[in-house]
């Protein structure tokens, strides 16, 4: 059942979080828009193609989790669930620099948290060999 559990978390939760990529994150910005380079200097207007953006990260993310259940690595899917939830964290707090409120978080933001969470559902509920 703990694997079943495993499975559909992590499936659901890699969707989630790549379909996110392509919807709203913040006012008009789609993730795969946001450049990657404000995680690190700060958020901006500006927008970017989908190599330079945050859909490289979150891809990377996706494929450690979706690997770990395939090849039976726990630690590989507690990676990749690591890495997205960092980038969500992070675009977060720049965010939070700018902005006080939570108010112009757009369904893209939304979806990533909550794959966010099944990921590491899946990460944490994945049995162990």
Same mark, same amino acid.
Request: charge should be positive.
């Given at each position: 059942? *703990? ?6 978390? @992590? $499936? ?19 993730? *795969? #828009? &946001? ?11 500006? @927008?970017?193609? =989908?190599?330079? %953006?945050? /859909?490289?990260? &979150?891809?990377? +993310? ?26 969500? +964290?992070? /675009?977060?707090?720049? #965010? =939070?620099? $700018?902005? +006080? /409120?939570? %108010? #112009?978080?757009? #369904? ?16 944490? @509920?994945?049995?162990? *060999?």
């Amino acid at each position: 059942m *703990r694997m079943v559990i495993a499975i559909v978390a @992590t $499936v659901a939760g890699a969707a989630a979080v790549v379909y996110s990529t392509f919807l709203p994150w913040y006012r008009d910005r789609q993730g *795969r #828009q &946001i450049p990657l380079n404000e995680l690190w200097n700060g958020v901006t207007a500006t @927008t970017t193609d =989908m190599v330079n %953006s945050l /859909f490289v990260p &979150i891809v990377v +993310a996706v494929a450690l989790a979706t690997l770990g259940l395939i090849i039976g690595r726990r630690w590989l899917m507690a990676l990749g669930a690591f890495l997205a939830v960092v980038v969500f +964290a992070v /675009f977060l707090g720049q #965010q =939070m620099q $700018v902005e +006080a /409120f939570a %108010s #112009q978080f757009r #369904q893209g933001f939304w979806n990533t948290a909550g794959g966010c969470v099944l990921l590491l559902i899946g990460a944490i @509920t994945r049995p162990s *060999r």
